[in-house]
């Protein structure tokens, strides 16, 4: 069955540091999304990439964060300048884009991301 | 602003017993609706998922949920749980206008033997 693969699967780093966070969607599949679950909370989104363009964004995602699919399969999520606060799990999704309202999110395993 | 509640954050049960998971959501338009269950070190899964038709809508490993409009509530169930539905539950409501998807915090089920 095909699946969404992400890397690393967890990753510590410096506060400060750039991180960058690494996804292969499905390969049919058009619509790309990033999501972070801090440790006990719920499951939030981040960004959505369609066409090669950001296509709807949540105010988690600020001027330290980018996307962007540098080549034909990977999916990628930059964080510029970590803080504490960006310890999470992150997950990255894709979904075929059938019609408006019948989409399914396949997700990765999920990148936990420790920021010390 | 659209928001999905589950409002069991840990259910412990012990083999056999029947399971029901609540699960409400704020929007008011159309959705589609889903069940998502992320077992220990594993991704997130579909268990199951509402677009429309007949309300009662069955997944995976005997599980079901159930759409009540009037209610805004899709509750998740399973007559009687195994050990190995010990994992991580999540609902999620997608409008059904676009490719948004928002999920609740996540219930956590513990199954004892």
């Known amino acids: 069955e095909p699946e969404v693969t992400q890397t690393p699967s967890h990753q510590v780093t410096q506060m400060g540091q750039e991180v960058i966070l690494r996804c292969v969607p499905i390969?049919?599949?058009?619509?790309f999304y990033w999501y972070r679950q801090i440790l006990g909370q719920k499951v939030e989104f981040l960004v959505s990439?369609?066409?090669?363009?950001?296509?709807?964004k949540s105010e988690i995602f600020d001027d330290q964060f980018s996307v962007e699919r540098p080549d034909g399969s990977n999916f990628t999520l930059k964080i510029r300048s970590t803080k504490l606060e960006d310890s999470a799990m992150y997950f990255c999704a894709s979904s075929e884009d059938l019609w408006a309202g019948a989409n399914v999110l396949t997700f990765g395993a999920g990148s936990r991301l420790t920021v010390l | 602003a659209q928001s999905v509640s589950q409002h069991n954050h840990h259910v412990i049960l012990s083999e056999a017993a029947s399971l029901e998971l609540g699960c409400n959501y704020s929007y008011g338009g159309t959705v589609n609706l889903f069940w998502y269950v992320q077992y220990p070190g594993q991704h997130l899964q579909l268990l199951l998922k509402y677009f429309s038709g007949d309300p009662l809508v069955k997944g995976i490993k005997g599980f079901e949920a159930e759409f009540i409009k009037s209610k805004f509530s899709f509750n998740l169930r399973k007559p009687s749980v195994q050990w190995s539905d010990t994992a991580e539950y999540f609902c999620a409501v997608s409008p059904n206008t676009g490719n948004q998807f928002y999920f609740g915090t996540g219930t956590s089920l513990t199954v004892i033997p």
């Open positions: 990439f369609y066409n090669n363009e950001i296509s709807e």
């Open positions: 390969s049919n599949h058009l619509y």
